[in-house]
């Protein structure tokens, strides 16, 4: 199987019916390049930049995260390459902030909550984004957005950063993309609102599922209640995906869900345009693609959103595609 999969490495995701979805990689580091592009993948789908803040005791420098960023877009030879600005807090911590402990991390100061507040760390970040944006296609994405308030306010700090970097003689690329995650229950239920304002959405199945069934992902004692198949999940998806359509923006999943052999199906026929996976879930992802019909799955959509129960969804899936 493995010898079969690794055929598919120059080849597109196609559907058996022709249509085309782009499989992209998460990445942690410029050195997981090598993996996307042994594997195949068609862009980075999300590049967690915390890594760069991690395992140290200050703050990267611009000049740091500019070399990194400048690193992977080069080596992705004007692939897509879509880069999530700073998600610290909840389960990442950054010792040299000194931030006190909270109740509840994963509903606390984190991501962009806290860079909307630590705004030098923030605009150093975004510099560093912007100088490196002729290097290769960049776009840029926000985490953890709730509201539509905060989307504006970090789209508005990059806005201003890229000014000044202009007003400086420094070039930016006018091409990059700004979208954000939808990882939230209240981005996903007013998907249609941040529409009209992103250029496109990611899908953090990771967090959106353990908020909106309030079970902590990392919690055994409730994993029981971590359900990707949950009709829930499924009807939030459903609505960003249509929300973004009518606005003709694109939508892009990289939580784990998106490489999910059950998933996949489904959300081919959701239609879903990006998905982003460890990179050693590519070729096997197209090849189940391959090997499936959009058209097929679109005819039982509307009778696997109105399941009750993630069980019924599992073997439906099992048992039709
Ligand atoms: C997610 O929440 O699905 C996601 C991709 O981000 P992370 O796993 O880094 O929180
Ligand atoms: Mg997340």
Redesign the pocket.
């Known amino acids: 199987q493995k010898a079969e999969w690794a055929k598919l490495v120059n080849e597109q995701t196609v559907s058996v019916d022709g249509h085309h979805v782009e499989l992209a990689a998460n990445i942690g580091t410029p050195e997981d390049v090598n993996g996307v592009l042994e594997n195949g993948g068609e862009g980075v789908g999300l590049y967690r930049t915390e890594f760069l803040y991690m395992g140290r005791d200050c703050l990267p420098t611009e000049e740091e995260q500019f070399e990194a960023y400048k690193t992977v877009l080069e080596r992705m030879k004007g692939k897509p390459v879509v880069v999530r600005t700073l998600?610290i807090g909840g389960d990442k911590e950054l010792p040299y902030l000194e931030l006190p402990k909270e109740m509840n991390p994963f509903l606390g100061f984190r991501a962009i909550r806290l860079c909307l507040e630590m705004q030098d760390m923030f605009r150093t970040q975004l510099r560093a984004l912007l100088r490196a944006s002729t290097y290769g296609n960049l776009k840029i994405m926000f985490?953890m957005i709730a509201t539509l308030g905060e989307f504006r306010q970090a789209k508005e700090i990059l806005l201003e950063e890229k000014e000044k970097l202009q007003v400086e003689g420094t070039k930016v690329s006018d091409n990059i993309e700004v979208g954000m995650?939808v990882?939230i229950p209240s981005s996903a239920v007013s998907a249609d609102l941040f529409a009209k304002e992103v250029d496109f959405f990611s899908i953090?199945t990771?967090?959106l599922i353990q908020y909106t069934l309030a079970a902590d992902r990392m919690n055994e004692r409730v994993s029981y209640l971590y359900q990707p198949y949950n009709p829930a999940i499924l009807r939030l998806i459903h609505m960003v995906i249509q929300a973004a359509h009518k606005e003709g923006k694109w939508v892009g999943m990289c939580g784990e869900m998106a490489g999910d052999e059950i998933a996949i199906p489904i959300l081919l026929g959701l239609g879903l345009d990006e998905f982003s996976m460890s990179a050693t879930s590519i070729l096997k992802a197209r090849s189940q693609i391959r090997n499936l019909s959009k058209e097929d799955i679109e005819k039982h959509i509307d009778a696997i959103l109105s399941m009750s129960t993630a069980e019924e969804v599992v073997s439906f899936v099992k048992e039709q595609f």
């Open positions: 998600d985490p995650m990882e953090g990771n967090d």
